[in-house]
Each structure stands twice: as structure tokens, then as C-alpha cells.
């Protein structure tokens, strides 16, 4: 079974920082070091959009909207991958979600979402 199960979400104040995980789990990802990785959010009333993506081999890239504060991650070992998000800004608040992009397939699986609440 495939899943991708996000952790770390949760209520910051602006300026602050969260570490949001994602674990891979299933057959399919005995191949994880092959898939690109992303990050999407979806913010209420909004289209979900990319984050910040790495590929297989460590390559990052992100969105204008987070770049200099969000930096994405992977351990291919531990098949995880990470976001850690600095100077949190309110209209970083939504629903975060691991993505993983399986060429082999042409399909994406997804994780459940983890909420991100930038508030005072």
C-alpha cells in the first residue's frame, strides 16, 4: 500500500518557523532516490499550488513566493523529505501536502494534508 503521511503542521506566529515531514511507505518506493518529491499547499478558496519540489538526485527548487525563506529537503535513506519554513508570513497559511510524481505510472500520489496556520 502507498502512502505518504505528513507531520509537523500546526499554529505559528508570524516570523516563526515550522519543520513539516513526509514518510513514503510501500513497495513503490523501494525506487524512492528515482522520484521527484514535492510540496503543494491549497489555502482556503485558492487552487492547491507548488511549494518547493527536489528531485531524485537533491536538486531543489521553489516558488518566488517562498524562496530565501523555505528550504526543501530529502533523506533517501530514511525515504522522507522535509520543508523547513522560516519568517512565516500570514498568507502562508493552508493545507500543506507531500507529493511524489512516479514517471513509470504517469501519476502523482499524494499525503492526507497537514494544516499551517500563520497567526497572532
Known amino acids: 500500500q502507498v502512502q505518504l503521511v505528513e507531520s509537523g503542521g500546526g499554529l505559528v506566529q508570524p516570523g516563526g518557523s515550522l519543520r513539516l515531514s513526509c514518510a513514503a511507505s510501500?513497495?513503490?518506493?523501494?525506487?524512492?532516490?528515482?522520484?521527484?518529491m514535492a510540496w503543494y499547499r491549497q489555502a482556503p478558496g485558492k487552487q492547491r499550488e507548488l511549494v518547493a519540489a527536489i528531485s531524485g538526485v537533491g536538486i531543489p527548487n521553489s516558488a518566488d513566493s517562498v524562496k530565501g525563506r523555505f528550504t526543501i529537503s530529502r533523506d533517501n535513506a530514511k525515504n522522507t523529505i522535509a520543508l523547513q519554513m522560516n519568517s512565516l508570513k500570514p498568507e502562508d497559511t493552508a493545507v500543506y501536502y507531500c507529493?511524489?510524481?512516479?514517471?513509470?505510472?504517469?501519476?502523482?500520489?499524494w499525503g492526507q494534508g497537514t494544516q499551517v496556520t500563520v497567526s497572532s
Open positions: 510501500g513497495s513503490i518506493f523501494s525506487s524512492f532516490s528515482s522520484y521527484t
Open positions: 507529493s511524489a510524481r512516479i514517471p513509470s505510472l504517469s501519476c502523482t500520489y
